[in-house]
């Protein structure tokens, strides 16, 4: 099966500057998270959806973060304006309903200048 | 909250050494463990997992025992080789939550040959 993706893989940009990140799941797949690892450090969830829905974003900095999953499939991850603290990974993993092991992607590097 | 405690890195080895990366958790209720494995340049990849007390997850050489009374999931590996450099997640999923894995800081480890 078909991994999941996520792009670009690389991006740069400068600080107040906004940027997007895109994932797409494995095929059905309903749950599906954004994880955010700064170097050196384990990843951080910053969002889980249940199919379009959201079902914890407490550790999303909603000033600046936003993410939408529409029709429950593909989503984006928005970072508006750009912080220097914001340079990290950003990994996107799903899971299938009932199993308790998550499928990460390779993730999108950000480095803000 | 729920946390992962990983012993810090690097740690360095000779080909065909034995390696031992300590882990401990803080947990409510009764979690699942996991250890995911980063290659450089690649995604979070799941290495073994283990849903209750006393299981035992092993992968590829690797194995870890879910030990309750003292709260450890410790990763060890009877010959390490040289393409087992990476580093080593350990993580922990909530118990009737929403299966969000809490990430350790991680433990790179280095084998020379």
């Known amino acids: 099966e078909a991994g999941v993706a996520q792009s670009p893989r690389y991006k740069i940009i400068e600080k107040r500057q906004s940027v997007a990140f895109w994932c797409n799941p494995i095929?059905?797949?309903?749950?599906l998270y954004w994880y955010q690892q700064i170097l050196g450090q384990g990843p951080k969830l910053l969002i889980q959806?249940?199919?379009?829905?959201?079902?914890?974003d407490s550790q999303l900095p909603k000033d600046r973060f936003s993410a939408e999953r529409l029709k429950g499939v593909d989503s984006t991850l928005k970072i508006q304006p750009a912080k220097l603290e914001d340079s990290a990974v950003y990994l996107c993993?799903?899971?299938?309903?009932?199993?308790?092991?998550?499928?990460f992607g390779a993730g999108s590097r950000l480095t803000v200048l | 909250g729920d946390s992962v405690t990983q012993m810090e890195g690097p740690v360095t080895l000779s080909e065909e050494a034995f390696l031992t990366i300590n882990c401990t958790y803080t947990a409510t209720g009764y979690p699942s463990l996991f250890w995911y494995v980063q290659y450089p340049g690649e995604g979070l990849q799941l290495l073994l997992k283990?849903?209750?007390?006393?299981d035992k997850g092993s992968n590829k050489g690797f194995e870890a025992t879910y030990r309750k009374e003292t709260t450890s999931f410790h990763l060890e590996k009877g010959s390490v080789q040289v393409s087992d450099s990476a580093v080593y997640f350990c993580a922990l999923s909530e118990s009737g939550g929403y299966n969000k894995l809490i990430f350790g800081a991680g433990t790179r480890l280095a084998v020379h040959p």
């Open positions: 283990a849903t209750k007390a006393d």
């Open positions: 095929s059905g797949h309903a749950t």
């Open positions: 959806f249940q199919n379009n829905g959201v079902v914890d």
């Open positions: 993993a799903s899971r299938t309903t009932g199993a308790n092991v998550l499928t």
